[in-house]
């Protein structure tokens, strides 16, 4: 399973490369690590853009899968090869931006995605398994029942 992750809420400012997570961005991103430990999904290797937004995401979530965040130059906001960057690494999270994150997820399923911050595709074998919104996964990962 690929995993498709945008990075979390970031401060504004320069250089773009810079800008470090808000408070807000913060608890995203841990939200995305309890989510994922709480589904039990595993995952073998994390990718990360190497802007600082991304790799702060990369890190929070990857905190409680006890997982090694690696930095990924191709993944810095021009297009990349999701299948490329995953082979050879199992169970993959790939943590980057908007519009080049969307864009992997209907270059490998065709699917029409825009991922807001913290959302996560889960992509196998081109199909879109699973498409989660921050808002769902702020639910999943409190354990609480979504709301009808």
Known sequence: MLWLLRHAEAVDGRPDEAR???E???????????????LGIPIDTCLAS?????????QLAC????LEVE????LAGA????????????????????PTISTAVRELTGARVNLRTTGLAGVQRGELVVLLTPEQIGVIAAGQEAAA
Do not use: S
């Open 71 to 74: 930095t990924e130059p191709a």
């Open 79 to 98: 297009g990349f090869d999701a299948e490329r960057l995953a082979a050879g690494h199992g169970e993959t999270l790939i943590v980057g931006h908007n």
């Open 20 to 22: 470090p997570l808000t």
């Open 24 to 38: 807000r961005g913060i608890d995203q991103a841990k939200a995305v690590g309890a989510c994922l430990r709480r």
């Open 50 to 58: 190497p802007k600082r937004r991304a790799v702060q995401t990369a």
């Open 63 to 66: 905190a409680p899968l006890n």
